[in-house]
DNA sequence: CAGTCGTGGGG
DNA sequence: TCCCCAAGACT
């Protein structure tokens, strides 16, 4: 890219921003500890799915001490539903880190930060710009998608060959004056105009200079990407329950739902008076009758769970299994599972109990906007 | 390099 | 309902 071409898209795209970059919690802040912690979040998760699970996260954890002194499962808890847990894992890894061999200082610039866990390519450069002001490209889909389209690159960009040359583009665009409001500046776009579906051309403020809008290539640019084949996956899910208190169990360390707290989950579709309750002793578990109540299939980037849930009431055992324990219905946002965990307790409970903990349960988990009801009715 | 790892919103 | 996909990193 000429220096004059990407001088104006520079110039162009930092204008726009200033007048038009929303106001969110991470911004107007230099603290590199903040700007990471919405940037892990923000990872393959929409901002409006960030911002509560943000605001309730700093303010527990205020700093990367407070952070690196915390309870594993405390911090999973608080990434409870947000998904791709193994963010949080080696966020927590990354900030002990920090304090124990930098002090406590985040290293200020990209190549230090890019030896620190979970930090790839695109975290580093995204803190090193954002809250030190490094000229430092931060490419994510957005980025690549306004590149792409900006130089017309066809093929696959989302890696190999095609990555590369959004890359190079956009480090060319680093280098100038307030280099960090350039890198917000070319992920907001690419957020709020130059978006993967009916793009806002007449808004933007770098069309004279978009390739693809010149050649009329702006729906086919940047070709989709590739997507994994989902499998299904068929299991039954036991809840048992006892005394407002349903028995989970911890998954292991690595994999599906690492350390996160499900139900009993047993492969294939059991029946309840056969199958499942055999399966459950070889667990030695007595769960005593179990009852089908219902179904649930829950989507995952490469399979899809269908799930049928059989709920359990017998008397809670004296001895549990390892790695089993009883999870108060009314403490549960404390606890570390994932949304499945949730919807299949959902998929046991009749509506009366439903109702009830739904009064105790984070209501921030979903927009009150969305739910689409009356408060005080229900 | 290709597979793994979640979830919820929107067309 | 189905499909796309959103501020990716790691193995």
Known sequence: ???????????????????NARELPWRGTRDPYAVWISEVMCQQTRVDTVLPY?????????????????????????????????????????????????????????DGLLALPGFGRYTAGAVAAFAFDRPRAAVDGNVTRLVARLEALEGDVMQGSGAQAVWRAAEALAPGASPGDVAQGLIEVGALVCTAR??????????????????GAVERIPAPRKRATKKAVALTAVLWLDGGRVLLSRQPEAGLFASLWC????????EPDGAADEALRAHRLDPGPLTST??????????????????ASNKAPRRLPEGMAWAPLDALTEWAIPSVT????????????RAKIRLTRRETRRTPAAQGSLPGLE
């Open 1 to 19: 890219m000429s220096p004059d071409r990407a001088a104006s898209i520079r110039a162009a795209i930092l204008d726009w921003y200033r007048a």
């Open 54 to 110: 943000y605001a309730r996260f700093m303010a527990r954890w205020p700093t990367v001490e407070a952070l690196a002194a915390a309870d594993d499962d405390d911090v999973r808890a608080a990434w409870s539903g947000l998904g791709y847990y193994r963010r949080a894992q080696l966020m927590l890894k990354a900030a002990r880190e920090v304090v124990s061999q930098h002090q406590g200082r985040f290293p200020d610039d990209a």
């Open 198 to 215: 009916n793009p806002r051309c007449g808004a933007c403020p770098v069309a004279e200079a978009c390739k693809a809008r010149a050649q």
């Open 263 to 270: 139900p009993i989950f047993l492969e294939g579709h059991l």
């Open 294 to 311: 219902g179904q649930v299939r829950h989507v995952l980037t490469h399979r899809t769970l269908e799930i049928h849930v059989l709920r």
């Open 342 to 353: 949730a919807r299949c307790l959902d998929a046991a409970l009749d509506r009366a109990e």
